[in-house]
């Protein structure tokens, strides 16, 4: 094993792992601060979690496209490309983001009346999902700038970004959910403030950081970087980005359909739900870690045209996800009974809690190694086959499964996690078989140059 490519991908991988689980944790301590509140609170701002994904599923493939963009540019040398697609990318980001967040905010409760079926939990969705919508453009300034510091490998100001959201949202929670030290007591409106003020300071960290602390990346002129003149430009992030964009949607539209059939169960079982998802997340937060890596470093390869190099990167980090994977399935099943009893005291929620940890140890393979291959097939400008992929199996697998298993045959929540379960493996193996594919492809096709 190479030493120091080992050491390359520990770089972006550790501090961007640390980053998702950073964002994961402020979740779980978040919910355990709502849980004062009681099952419904919890259960009614879960429901805002696919709408208010699906719409920040195009920023989030923004800031991926970014990345791919800026390794590219890094790996040719070409500060000005890079810093054309960061320009470009950043004014649309801030358009869309007021345009969209002052839309959505005014129908936030035809919006939750159509997500959550639970009429005792639906006012807690509108009043979260009104205050983070409509005050969205901070975090989505945030992931992109982001993504253009992962793209130069700056992976360490993305997690002191994140660590400092992070501590605001949990001091402005203990101030605001309950009304503490002469502040008001807002309640659910408190957590969701506290979340807004936590990326106000990740998004003014992430800018100052491209502003004074690289020598790559440049904002100036941001504002007055011209879409139209800069056409070609635009194009390509219109292409490029527009399959992440409609993957990502096809993901949280595949998600919110699973979301409203879940809402028609009782909200004692879907809190449990709710909560096992936030376990499920800790798997993502490192599938996503060693994803961004794959990203970087692979996208970084393959703009210099080393498919050799590819391979060891995917290879390496295939590895370190199986050993992750199954370091974090014994974790969540060892420590089902003290993750679920912070946040429950009733018997049969810790029992189901613990079957709930049973299913989340299997699907943390799947998933893990999933998103390395399909950040693989990105990083090589195969953008449109996660698509295709996405939309087989979060638009159509998933919402027909669960419907399948709740409906047709009454497994309650245990027909979503089957669900879910058939949809990450269909995912994994196509995947897995198209990033082969498409590597070898890649291969012979140099190979071929070079004769």
């Given at each position: 094993m190479n030493i120091q490519k080992l050491?390359?991908?520990?770089?972006?991988?550790?501090?961007?792992?640390?980053?998702?689980?950073?964002?994961?944790?402020?979740?779980?301590?978040?919910?355990?601060?709502?849980?004062?509140?009681?099952?419904?609170?919890?259960?009614?701002?879960?429901?805002?979690?696919q709408p208010k994904l699906m719409l920040f599923a195009i920023f989030f493939a923004?800031?991926?496209?970014?990345?791919?963009?800026?390794?590219?540019?890094?790996?040719?040398?070409?500060?000005?490309?890079?810093?054309?697609?960061?320009k470009a990318i950043v004014k649309i980001t801030i358009i869309l983001s007021l345009v969209l967040g002052a839309l959505l905010s005014a129908a936030a409760w035809p919006i939750m009346k159509l997500c959550n079926r639970q009429p005792d939990t639906?006012?807690?969705?509108?009043?979260?999902?009104?205050?983070i919508i409509g005050l969205m453009v901070f975090h989505n300034i945030s992931v992109v700038l982001n993504g253009a510091l992962r793209g130069i490998g700056e992976n360490r100001i993305t997690l002191?970004?994140?660590?400092?959201?992070?501590?605001?949202?949990?001091?402005?929670?203990?101030?605001?959910?309950?009304?503490?030290?002469?502040?008001?007591?807002?309640?659910?409106?408190?957590?969701?403030?506290?979340?807004?003020?936590?990326?106000?300071?990740?998004?003014?960290?992430?800018?100052?950081a491209i502003v004074k602390k690289t020598d790559f990346l440049d904002l100036k002129g941001v504002f007055s970087y011209s879409l139209r003149k800069d056409k070609e430009r635009t194009d390509v992030i219109r292409i490029?980005?527009?399959?992440?964009?409609?993957?990502?949607?096809?993901?949280?539209?595949?998600?919110?359909?699973?979301?409203?059939?879940?809402?028609?169960?009782?909200?004692?079982?879907?809190?449990?739900?709710?909560?096992?998802?936030?376990?499920?997340?800790?798997?993502?937060?490192?599938?996503?870690?060693?994803?961004?890596?794959?990203?970087?470093?692979?996208?970084k390869s393959a703009g210099a045209g080393n498919t050799q190099e590819i391979r060891y990167y995917r290879k390496t980090i295939h590895r370190i996800g199986w050993a992750c994977s199954a370091i974090l399935s014994l974790l969540f099943v060892l420590g089902s009974r003290f993750f679920f009893g912070l946040f429950f005291d009733d018997p049969t929620a810790l029992r189901e809690g613990f079957h709930t940890s049973l299913i989340v140890s299997t699907l943390v393979f799947l998933q893990i190694i999933r998103i390395i291959d399909i950040s693989v097939l990105r990083s090589i400008g195969q953008s449109g086959i996660p698509k295709k992929i996405a939309i087989l199996c979060v638009l159509f697998v998933n919402p027909i499964s669960s419907f399948l298993f709740t409906m047709v045959f009454p497994l309650n929540i245990w027909g979503i996690w089957l669900a879910s379960f058939i949809t990450q493996a269909v995912w994994f193996f196509a995947g897995t078989t198209q990033c082969r594919r498409h590597l070898k492809a890649m291969t012979s096709k140099m190979e071929n140059t070079l004769c």
């Open positions: 050491r390359s991908i520990m770089k972006i991988a550790v501090p961007a792992i640390a980053e998702s689980l950073a964002a994961v944790i402020v979740t779980s301590i978040d919910t355990k601060m709502v849980a004062s509140l009681g099952a419904q609170a919890i259960s009614g701002i879960s429901f805002t979690t923004l800031g991926t496209a970014l990345n791919v963009f800026v390794a590219q540019a890094y790996g040719k040398n070409d500060r000005d490309e890079a810093n054309s697609y960061l639906v006012h807690y969705s509108v009043s979260f999902f009104r205050i002191v970004s994140s660590l400092a959201m992070g501590v605001v949202d949990i001091v402005f929670n203990y101030l605001l959910i309950e009304g503490r030290f002469g502040f008001p007591r807002l309640g659910v409106a408190g957590n969701a403030i506290a979340t807004v003020l936590g990326t106000v300071v990740a998004c003014l960290i992430s800018y100052l490029k980005a527009g399959d992440i964009v409609l993957e990502n949607l096809f993901i949280r539209i595949g998600f919110l359909v699973s979301s409203i059939i879940s809402s028609y169960l009782a909200s004692s079982q879907t809190a449990v739900y709710s909560v096992g998802m936030i376990l499920f997340n800790y798997s993502f937060a490192f599938a996503d870690g060693l994803g961004k890596a794959t990203l970087t470093l692979a996208g």
